[in-house]
């Protein structure tokens, strides 16, 4: 807000956060490479990124051409044995990762944590509202597993990290008391300015072989128009160029109407030709774009569905047709013809619900994610970000976790 005079001040700093983002990836296991122009780091990644895709030499050749740098995609995967995980074996299959190498909470962080005797996970349980005290401090937390039967559990201390639609939905959930409109909601924004990554696909067909989806992830990016940029009129952009651009097979065949020995030619014929790069956009802090609760549809447990209510202005509509135009440009130095771009959809990057800043009638947590309004309560997760950038909210969110978690256990060795 105070350099582009769109969107919200953060109340921390780059250099606030930088040493928690070394935490992250060394705790994750990010494989990437240090680049110049990039933001000052205290020290590397801890892998090397991961080689450039077969279908990468078409986007380098048509980045070269027009001086567009390419660069590969940090990622929390193994390019080499690290954390007692293996190596990435490119199985194409990244949704669920059959061989641990790609970080998960489950085989990097949870381990360690039981290990300490401190730390038990209950699952399949739902905790279904947050209980405040008189003096409006969190004093239990209740929840139902599949019987339905509610169970309550106690703390000193209440930390929340379940993504940006279902905090605010837990929050509104536990309206009651002196928080008739939500716990920790005085400044009426819990919900409210809901964002996600606008996005559109542009491709086009080359005449070679690409030969998609051997990996099951992309391995090169251009973030050149994500961060040194004027970003008072349309936001950052972020090209990520992927490495399985529809149409598969099944979908050629689908579309084809053909039948037998036609139908296989056919497929073979037409499939692998397609370029695709991706174009996320940053959106801004809309506070007509919000998570609220829809009294028309409950869940298993009775309580009303969350509602969201989601539109792509004209702020991020110019940054997208920016980023098709130079898209475009990419795919058709690249040697591809028949470009096109698909309409906007959203990525499935939830944030901005319980936003953080210094004033309490503006913002619902602080910059070490303790609610204003409620003590020991901390709202962890990507509804805490003022505003998105384009990039995924991944690491951002592990690093403010882990400097929270710092301050949390500050205040419990101090006996607050």
Known sequence: ?????????????????????????????????????SPARSAGYPLPPFDFSYS????????????????????????????????CASCGTCRVCPTGAKASVDLTHFPIAEATGYTHVWTDVTVLRLEADRSGKVCAAICAGQDRVERRIKADIFVVAAGAVETPRLLLLSAGGRFAS???????????????????????????????????????MVDQFAVVRDRSKS?????????????????????????????????????????GIRVFCEQLPDEGNSVSLDDSKT????????????????YERAALAE???????????????????????????QMGTHRMGNDPDRSVVDGNLRCHDVSNLFLIGSGCFPTSSPFPPTLTIAALAIRAGRHIAGLAGRGE
């Open 182 to 220: 939500g716990l920790g909601n005085r400044s009426g924004l819990v919900g409210k300015g809901f964002m996600s990554h606008p996005v559109v696909d542009v491709t086009g067909r080359v005449p070679e072989k690409v030969y998609p989806y051997r990996a099951g992830f992309s391995t090169a």
């Open 323 to 349: 980023g098709k135009r130079i898209a475009s440009g990419i795919l058709r130095e690249s040697g591809a013809s028949l470009v096109q771009a698909t309409p906007i959809f959203a990525a499935a990057h």
């Open 299 to 314: 869940d298993f447990f009775a309580n009303p569905a969350p509602r969201l209510t989601y539109n792509v202005g004209s």
């Open 56 to 87: 990468d030499r078409f986007f380098a050749a048509g980045c070269k051409a027009l001086g567009i740098p390419l660069r590969p995609i940090p990622q929390a995967r193994n390019s080499l044995p690290f954390g007692g995980r293996p190596q």
């Open 235 to 275: 936001g950052a952009i972020l090209l990520e160029m992927l490495n399985g651009a529809w149409p598969t097979p099944g979908q050629i065949a689908a579309l084809c109407g053909k039948w037998g020995q036609s139908l296989k030619e056919h497929v073979r014929r037409e499939f692998g030709h397609t370029l």
């Open 1 to 37: 807000k105070t350099r582009f005079g769109v969107g919200r001040d953060w109340p921390v700093s780059y250099s606030d956060l930088e040493p928690y983002y070394i935490m992250a990836e060394r705790g994750l296991g990010v494989a990437g490479q240090s680049v110049s122009g």
